[in-house]
């Protein structure tokens, strides 16, 4: 079975991340695939509006962490820099339906979601500099400009988490459902019988003023992440973790 489903709707492709054995932690074979999917649908007429989702309980536990000690992304064209710039540049409407733990790039790439529906067990978490790790997605430039300096510094910087009410008055998410899913699909399935070029136009639009700050972002927080993946801090945090599980 495929680590990404992918099943359309009325012109609403649903993307599932579908590895809930290990809390769909996302491997770059996964972040491949979903990049190739948006890259897909962004030229794919049928398309209207793509709907990220999880198997399981819980949204993603983030980037896997074998794959970070094993296959370090350090190079700009890696799998998770691919899907990142296919979420930063995605002319569509982007939508999300989050429930559980929703980790690290599991809470970073809401950054770039249109609409996201949240259900009442979701927890939030940018634990990178805990990991020994630093922002990604352009979550440095994105999170303070959404939520205030203060709020996101303190959150980055002590990895603690938030619930939907918070995400919510952060303006991170957008409604709380206890199925999150169907109301999303709710609203994509409205998206979707908009004047397609419209709700193009109108997404480049509200875009437009930030996108080139957040791709100069983007970059610069790979460079960093990339030494910060071999540094001693990560390696250290990566190994408790691993002792922890017994792997
Ligand atoms: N990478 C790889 N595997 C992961 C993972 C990750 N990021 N997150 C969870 N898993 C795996 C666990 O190893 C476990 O697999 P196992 O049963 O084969 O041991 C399974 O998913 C369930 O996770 P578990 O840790 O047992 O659940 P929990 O409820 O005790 O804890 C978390 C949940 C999210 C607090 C914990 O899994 C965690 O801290 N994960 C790492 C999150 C992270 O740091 N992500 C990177 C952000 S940049």
């Given at each position: ?16 991340f579908?590895r809930?054995?290990k809390m769909n932690a996302l491997t770059?074979?996964m972040y ?22 999880a198997?399981?309980?819980h949204f993603t536990a983030g980037n896997d962490i074998?794959d970070f ?11 998770v ?20 733990n929703a980790v690290g790039v599991g809470t970073t790439m ?13 927890k939030f978490s940018m634990p990178f500099?805990s990991l020994?790790l630093?922002p990604e997605a352009?979550s ?19 990895g603690?988490s ?79 973790f ?6």
């Amino acid at each position: 079975m495929s680590e990404i489903l992918s099943s359309l709707d009325n012109g609403v492709l649903t993307l599932t991340f579908n590895r809930p054995e290990k809390m769909n932690a996302l491997t770059r074979s996964m972040y491949s695939g979903l990049a190739k999917e948006l890259n897909d649908a962004a030229g794919n007429f049928g398309i209207r509006a793509v709907l990220l989702t999880a198997a399981g309980d819980h949204f993603t536990a983030g980037n896997d962490i074998t794959d970070f000690m094993n296959n370090p992304p350090t190079s700009d064209d890696s799998e998770v820099a691919q899907f990142l710039g296919a979420i930063l540049n995605f002319p569509k409407p982007l939508l999300a339906a989050v429930k559980g733990n929703a980790v690290g790039v599991g809470t970073t790439m809401l950054l770039h979601c249109d609409v996201v529906i949240s259900g009442p067990t979701a927890k939030f978490s940018m634990p990178f500099a805990s990991l020994g790790l630093v922002p990604e997605a352009g979550s440095s430039y994105l999170f303070p400009q959404l939520v205030g300096y203060q709020r996101a510094a303190r959150i980055f910087m002590t990895g603690e988490s938030f619930d939907t009410d918070a995400a919510i008055d952060m303006g991170l998410v957008t409604a709380k459902d206890s199925d999150p899913l169907a109301h999303a699909m709710k609203i994509a399935q409205h998206i979707a019988e908009q004047p397609p070029q419209a709700i193009i136009n109108t997404k480049a639009l509200l875009k437009a003023g930030d996108h080139d700050s957040v791709a100069a972002v983007m970059k610069a927080e790979f460079e960093i992440f990339a030494i910060s993946l071999q540094s001693e801090e990560a390696m250290e945090a990566f190994m408790k973790f691993m002792s922890k599980k017994g792997k």
